[in-house]
Each structure stands twice: as C-alpha cells, then as structure tokens.
C-alpha cells in the first residue's frame, strides 16, 4: 500500500516536504478591484523558511486504504485547480493528529502564492462536496491560505498555529522542479 501511494503521489509533486507560513499581508492588484493576499516572490524560496509538520511516509500506516485514496485525488483536483499556483497542502485536526472517531471531519491547509477568498472558497467547497459524494466519505474543510496568511491566524485564534505546526501531516509540496503528473487521474 505504501509504495503505491508513494509512486502515485509522486507524480504530482514531493509530498515529503512542509508548508509555508509568515505575516498577515496583501496587496491589491491593478487590472482588477481584487485584493490578493499572498507574496509575490515564488514558494521555491520560502520552502526553506517553514519547516512544519510530519512526513506522511513515517506516519502512512496510520491512514486507511480509503484516507490515502481521498488524498490522491484531493491533490490531482487542487493541482488541475491551481495550475502551479499551489505550494502545500496539509492535513491538520484530529485526523492528523490520530485522535478522529468515524464520523470526524478532514480538514486540509492549501498554501497558495495568492489567494482571493472570493474565488478559493466556492471552487474549494465544490471540490470538497464532489470528493464527499464520489468516495463516499465524511465531510471535507478545505482552507485556502498564503503564507503570510498562516501566522496571521493567531490574532484570531490565539495559538491555532502552534497547534498546526505540532499536528500537521504533509501530503503535497512543490518541489524545487516545480509540480509536475503525468496526466493520469488518480
């Protein structure tokens, strides 16, 4: 089973790595009334700056057949999504941390360069209900966040990425190659 997943996935991009996090931050882009939250140098070189979270591989027997098919098609439709604008996705909450009971929910970071709340919740949500109706399976929180967002949280959730930072599972990372599949659904 793990080697399967670990071939499958490594089609999409380099899930081993870990996510991004920084200040609160935006800046308003001048083609469009849209403000986007995110920097504007590319995620190869903040890949360094945070370093969070456990490697799926050390942990993967911990996840069923069923979890590990949810992540492989999670990450092929985010990465159809966002066309190289994606730079971590993780699992956080009680299914990252072991604790979940069958009816749990999963809840999922995606660091992007940019995001438009307006734009990344509705395709996120329809993204979520499809992977809940297809494989059948509880339902999905799929939070769209830049880096500077992440560190940002703590003003309004005091200590939620400390908890993020201890709890967090690593499913997908650009790699320093950029992402890549083969065109394959998962």
């Given at each position: 089973m793990l080697a399967e997943f670990l071939r499958d996935i490594g089609k999409y991009g380099c899930f081993l790595?870990?996510?991004?996090?920084?200040?609160?931050?935006?800046?308003?882009?001048?083609?469009?009334?849209?403000?986007?939250?995110?920097?504007?140098?590319?995620?190869?070189?903040?890949?360094?700056?945070?370093?969070?979270g456990q490697d799926?591989?050390?942990?993967?027997?911990?996840?069923?057949?069923?979890?590990?098919?949810?992540?492989?098609?999670?990450i092929w439709d985010?990465?159809?999504?966002?066309?190289?604008?994606?730079?971590?996705?993780?699992?956080?909450?009680?299914?990252?941390?072991?604790?979940?009971?069958?009816?749990?929910d999963y809840d999922f970071l995606v660091f992007l360069d940019k995001c438009d709340y307006e734009i990344e919740v509705p395709a996120l949500a329809k993204i979520g209900d499809q992977l809940t109706a297809n494989l059948g399976m509880g339902p999905l929180s799929i939070s769209p966040m830049t880096w500077q967002q992440f560190l940002g949280l703590d003003a309004k959730f005091e200590g939620i990425t400390a908890n993020f930072r201890r709890d967090a599972v690593n499913l997908w990372l650009e790699n320093e190659s950029g992402p890549s599949h083969d065109g394959c659904r998962p």
């Open positions: 790595a870990h996510g991004c996090g920084g200040i609160f931050g935006g800046r308003h882009d001048e083609s469009s009334s849209r403000v986007y939250y995110g920097a504007t140098q590319s995620c190869r070189s903040k890949m360094n700056e945070v370093n969070f799926l591989a050390q942990i993967v027997e911990r996840f069923n057949e069923q979890d590990l098919q949810l992540f492989r098609h999670l985010l990465q159809m999504l966002y066309q190289g604008r994606m730079m971590a996705v993780k699992l956080v909450g009680s299914r990252a941390r072991g604790t979940a009971n069958p009816t749990s």
